[in-house]
């Protein structure tokens, strides 16, 4: 088996860690390869000096053996990290060295766990879809997909107005500072804190959720994911800036966007005994008595 590692700068990696990781993959004898931003940070840290035939760069490189996408930080590198898959059905595997962690939900702390789970096939995998992007805007060569949410927001001042059509039938028109349309995986991210419910993540639905809507009658829309969303932006005074998961792009003041069911989707490790539901009681802290 090939573990395909990738990580980002900027996160509070301790050498003890580094070197935990190195020796793991070592005594399991996986082979390996790392993206070419860990490479470095790794030969900072802790002298582990990659062979250029060993790293990797903007895109994941097909592979013919059995490999395993792993992601070493929190829910943002494992967003990166499927990006660079470019729509490539690599299992993914979360480890958890930031923060709150709804992707990444295995601990760092069982590094050798992990990987003999990996080694033995033990580890399970669940299902999860993303949301393909189409427009008529020119093309920078990126990845259309998104594991947690596309949305379009205002960039300034000005109000954006986006009419929202769901198989070619008109919805509403939303004035505010834009339109977030989530998958399952992502109801527990920028939608949760816009308003939007809590979905599990196996369920086939899309979540569309207005973002600060001047109408205050506006609210969430879950819909089923075989459905075709067509937005329609207007920005008043200023462009708008969409995003697909972690990453950002600038668009014009008049655009239009397509979005559907990816027909690829994802297969992320699910730790052994913790439900979705026991990673939303433990991160959002539910059931927990404030009261002084």
């Not at 949305?151 to 834009?178: F, P, W």
């Not at 506006?218 to 937005?231: F, G, H, K």
């Not at 200023?238 to 792009?249: H, K, P, V």
Request: net charge negative.
């Amino acid at each position: 088996m090939k573990i395909i590692l990738f990580s980002r700068r900027g996160l509070a990696f301790e050498a003890e860690e580094l070197t935990a990781l190195r020796e793991s993959i070592a005594e399991f004898g996986f082979d390996w390869s790392v993206n070419e931003e860990f490479a470095e940070v790794l030969h900072e840290a802790v002298g582990w000096e990659i062979p250029r035939e060993r790293q990797y760069g903007a895109f994941i490189a097909p592979t013919t053996e059995q490999a395993v996408l792993v992601c070493y930080g929190g829910d943002g590198t494992l967003l990166e990290g499927v990006h660079r898959l470019g729509g490539r059905q690599l299992p993914v595997v979360g480890i958890n060295a930031g923060r709150l962690g709804f992707l990444t939900s295995d601990s760092r702390k069982g590094l050798k766990r992990l990987f003999a789970a990996l080694r033995d096939g033990e580890l399970c995998f669940e299902e999860r879809s993303l949301i393909e992007v189409e427009s008529d805007l020119p093309s920078n060569g990126d990845s259309p997909l998104a594991l947690n949410e596309f949305s379009i927001q205002r960039n300034g001042a000005g109000m954006l107005s986006v009419e929202i059509y769901i198989d070619e039938k008109m919805v509403a028109t939303c004035h505010g500072d834009g339109v977030i349309v989530s998958t399952p995986t992502g109801s527990t991210a920028y939608s949760l804190s816009a308003g939007g419910p809590v979905v599990a993540p196996t369920c086939a639905c899309f979540v569309i959720t207005p973002i600060a809507p001047h109408n205050l009658t506006m609210r969430p829309v879950v819909i089923p994911d075989t459905s075709r969303i067509r937005l329609k932006v207007q920005a008043r005074r200023s462009e708008a800036f969409l995003t697909l998961d972690n990453r950002s792009y600038a668009v014009p003041s008049s655009c239009e966007f397509t979005l559907h069911k990816a027909e690829k989707s994802i297969f992320l490790a699910v730790p052994h005994n913790i439900s979705f539901y026991d990673t939303l009681r433990n991160k959002m802290m539910w059931g927990v008595d404030i009261r002084g």
